[in-house]
């Protein structure tokens, strides 16, 4: 591949990621919402049954963010290996291997986007089940 064609792909993955993400993203909310607002009327054993599906389909989700990932990766590693056997990359390929959150990962910045996805995953599944519980009056027999 030239270095035009690698530059294309990894825009299209990176516009994949970044599509992903928006889709669970809203999903995640839309399921908050919902929880809240059909706390009073959801049986516990529907909620465990969305519960599971959100699981499977932040699974589903994630597997296609490593795919996309990993392809990132590997065109990014090309870039930088044809710029190291003397070819001059283009301002475009040179910004990629350059600039690319991918290529230059902090430790810091690996451990908040990790906090960021977990974090509003757990919340999605216990915010729920907090609106259900809760709005559950407690029997006065």
Not at 121 to 132: D, G, K, N, Q, V
Request: proline residues 2%; aromatic residues 12%; glycine residues 8%.
């Amino acid at each position: 591949m030239n270095e035009t064609e690698i530059v294309g792909q990894l825009a299209v993955h990176g516009d994949r990621i970044w599509s992903i993400l928006q889709y669970w993203t809203s999903v995640s909310f839309g399921i908050m919402v919902a929880g809240h607002f059909a706390a009073d009327r959801i049986h516990w054993s529907v909620l465990a049954l969305f519960g599971l599906l959100y699981i499977a389909f932040s699974n589903v989700c994630l597997d296609m963010l490593n795919f996309d990932s990993s392809t990132i990766r590997a065109g990014l590693d090309q870039l930088q290996s044809m710029a190291d056997n003397g070819a001059a990359l283009g301002r475009i390929g040179q910004n990629f291997v350059e600039n690319s959150p991918l290529s230059s990962q902090t430790l810091l910045s690996q451990f908040f986007r990790i906090l960021t996805g977990f974090g509003l995953f757990l919340t999605t599944l216990a915010y729920p089940a907090y609106c259900h519980f809760k709005s559950r009056k407690p029997s006065t027999d």
